[in-house]
């Protein structure tokens, strides 16, 4: 919860509201950020805007009580504007200027605006460039998309078209290694301390399966390997 607080993003609630929700009405008005409204739309723009009255009914439907029952999301709700200023703001500017003399000035233009535009648009890029742009090895009735650049960006999280074909994969790709996955490397690394548990997976066959049912025979990571 405090690394995402680096991130600067909406809280944890909010984020796992309309991820459920991108996934049940994917692509419809129904989605918060519909890519087939377009790139700028699906990007950045359905933040700029009024939500669809068609999102404000289906997200009133998603059921949210596993997470308004945990006191760590509710804990990031309730602080969220504190842990911004905290985490996104205080810290990454104070440690270059403490620890290797970094000027104020410097600091916070490298930390306050490149980094966390950068890192704003390195995280909408899954809903926007890997919604519209790359392989469908997995499900080629579906928009969302394998794009290599995003994973890069994101670490691991460009194995769009696997992701919405197989939602429940704690791993959101093929494999833990593929496509720069450090994303699954992470989470599996706290699963060693007992951190993340019920890590779920479909079966190496049940993935082979659907690729030759309803794949694009395109760039398939278990094909390459
Ligand atoms: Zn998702
Ligand atoms: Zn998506």
Same mark, same amino acid.
């Given at each position: 919860m405090l690394m995402y607080s680096i991130a600067g993003l909406n809280p944890i609630f909010h984020w796992v509201k309309d991820h459920r929700v991108h996934h049940k009405y =994917? +692509? #419809?008005?129904?989605?918060?950020?519909?890519a087939k409204r377009g790139f700028f739309f699906s990007h950045v723009g359905w933040i700029m805007v009024k939500r669809h009255p068609e999102y404000l009914r289906r997200q009133r439907e998603v059921d949210l009580s596993d997470i308004t029952a945990d006191p760590v999301v509710m804990f990031n709700k309730k602080y969220a504007r504190e842990l911004f200023y905290i985490f996104c703001i205080a810290i990454p500017v104070a440690v270059p200027v403490i620890?290797? =003399? +970094? #000027?104020l000035l410097h600091a916070i233009l490298t930390q306050c605006f490149t980094r966390y535009v950068l890192i704003l648009n390195f995280i909408w890029s899954v809903n926007s460039v890997a919604h519209l742009w790359?392989?469908?090895?997995?499900?080629?009735?579906?928009?969302p998309r394998d794009n290599t650049l995003v994973s890069l960006v994101t670490g691991g999280e460009g194995s769009h078209n696997y992701h919405h074909t197989?939602?429940?994969?704690?791993?959101?790709?093929?494999?833990?290694?593929?496509?720069?996955n450090l994303t699954s490397l992470f989470i599996r690394g706290f699963s060693q301390i007992g951190w993340a548990y019920d890590l779920r997976e479909p079966s190496p066959t049940l993935v082979q399966e659907v690729i030759h049912k309803?794949?694009?025979?395109?760039?398939?990571p278990s094909l390459i390997r």
């Amino acid at each position: 919860m405090l690394m995402y607080s680096i991130a600067g993003l909406n809280p944890i609630f909010h984020w796992v509201k309309d991820h459920r929700v991108h996934h049940k009405y =994917s +692509e #419809t008005d129904g989605d918060p950020h519909n890519a087939k409204r377009g790139f700028f739309f699906s990007h950045v723009g359905w933040i700029m805007v009024k939500r669809h009255p068609e999102y404000l009914r289906r997200q009133r439907e998603v059921d949210l009580s596993d997470i308004t029952a945990d006191p760590v999301v509710m804990f990031n709700k309730k602080y969220a504007r504190e842990l911004f200023y905290i985490f996104c703001i205080a810290i990454p500017v104070a440690v270059p200027v403490i620890f290797w =003399s +970094e #000027t104020l000035l410097h600091a916070i233009l490298t930390q306050c605006f490149t980094r966390y535009v950068l890192i704003l648009n390195f995280i909408w890029s899954v809903n926007s460039v890997a919604h519209l742009w790359g392989d469908r090895p997995y499900n080629r009735a579906i928009n969302p998309r394998d794009n290599t650049l995003v994973s890069l960006v994101t670490g691991g999280e460009g194995s769009h078209n696997y992701h919405h074909t197989f939602p429940w994969d704690y791993k959101a790709s093929e494999f833990p290694y593929s496509r720069l996955n450090l994303t699954s490397l992470f989470i599996r690394g706290f699963s060693q301390i007992g951190w993340a548990y019920d890590l779920r997976e479909p079966s190496p066959t049940l993935v082979q399966e659907v690729i030759h049912k309803i794949g694009d025979k395109s760039n398939v990571p278990s094909l390459i390997r």
